[in-house]
């Protein structure tokens, strides 16, 4: 079941008279008019949009929507400013522009990639649980990327990075991982302030650094139990 509010909408010269909601979930089409709503989407090709009407007639769509997502208590928001509706984490990376900032918050099932440079990926008391057959978040040729506040668990690896340079991890929980934590590969101008617990493999493997370029700075991590 998913939750869509418009209470946050308003009007600088007036007030919100109508609401539309147009939702999508495969063949069937929904449309509803009032404020908020639940939904329960019987397919994965979703769409849904918003729009409102002030009480002079003039209209507008939401300037940062969010979609909370539940499934088998399994609950979450992704949140990108200025683009529609989210299903997934993996699909506001793929919308964000270099150098965007992405806020996950509550708790997911998913297993993600990040190609694009600068991307920031934060949390807000969110978990994001693999499926134990792949990491959790592969990082693969993208630099700059900063990844902060996330607690990671139940993948193959944690956090597998392959050819990035300038990667910061800060304040990320790394736990109960199949194998390894963190794998570094051919990757450097890496920083790691984390907790990488209970893990099945090693804690950090690193292996490729270029011996011209900088290397890996660990430091104020607690690893341990791996």
Same mark, same amino acid.
């Not at 300037?63 to 506001?92: D, N």
């Not at 806020?103 to 440079?117: D, L, P, Y």
């Given at each position: 079941?998913?939750?869509?509010? @418009? @209470?946050? =909408? *308003?009007?600088?010269?007036?007030?919100?008279?109508?609401?539309?909601? &147009?939702? +999508?979930?495969?063949? &069937? #089409? +929904?449309?509803?008019?009032?404020?908020?709503?639940? $939904?329960?989407?019987?397919? *994965?090709?979703i769409d849904v949009r918003l729009l409102v009407e002030d009480d002079s007639g003039l /209209?507008?769509?939401?300037? &940062?929507?969010?979609?909370?997502? %539940? %499934?088998? @208590?399994?609950?979450? %928001?992704?949140?990108?400013?200025? &683009?529609? $509706?989210?299903?997934?984490?993996?699909? #506001?990376?793929? +919308?964000?522009?270099?150098?965007?900032?992405?806020?996950?918050?509550?708790?997911?099932?998913?297993?993600?990639?990040?190609?694009?440079?600068?991307? /920031?990926?934060?949390?807000?008391?969110?978990?994001?649980?693999?499926?134990?057959?792949?990491?959790?978040?592969?990082?693969?040729?993208?630099?700059?990327?900063?990844? =902060?506040?996330?607690?990671?668990?139940?993948?193959?690896?944690?956090?597998?990075? +392959?050819?990035?340079?300038?990667?910061?991890? =800060? $304040? #990320?929980?790394?736990?109960? %991982? #199949?194998?390894?934590?963190?794998?570094f590969e051919n990757s450097s101008g890496v920083m790691v302030d984390s907790e990488i617990?209970?893990?099945?493999?090693?804690?950090?493997?690193?292996?490729?650094?270029?011996?011209d370029q900088s290397g890996i700075l660990i430091s104020n991590n607690s690893i341990w139990?791996?």
């Open positions: 079941v998913i939750t869509f509010n @418009a @209470a946050n =909408s *308003t009007d600088a010269d007036g007030q919100v008279a109508k609401y539309r909601w &147009e939702v +999508r979930d495969g063949e &069937e #089409v +929904r449309i509803v008019n009032d404020k908020s709503f639940q $939904h329960s989407f019987n397919s *994965t090709a /209209t507008n769509g939401p300037s &940062e929507p969010a979609v909370t997502v %539940q %499934q088998e @208590a399994l609950k979450y %928001q992704a949140r990108l400013p200025g &683009e529609a $509706h989210f299903t997934s984490i993996q699909e #506001v990376i793929d +919308r964000a522009p270099i150098g965007g900032t992405i806020t996950v918050s509550g708790n997911c099932q998913e297993s993600i990639a990040i190609f694009a440079n600068g991307i /920031t990926l934060k949390g807000e008391d969110a978990i994001i649980y693999g499926n134990g057959h792949d990491p959790v978040i592969s990082i693969a040729g993208a630099d700059a990327v900063n990844i =902060s506040n996330l607690s990671i668990e139940n993948g193959f690896q944690g956090i597998l990075a +392959r050819g990035s340079s300038n990667l910061t991890l =800060s $304040h #990320v929980v790394i736990r109960d %991982q #199949v194998r390894d934590g963190i794998i617990i209970g893990n099945g493999g090693t804690g950090i493997v690193a292996s490729g650094i270029p011996v139990e791996n």
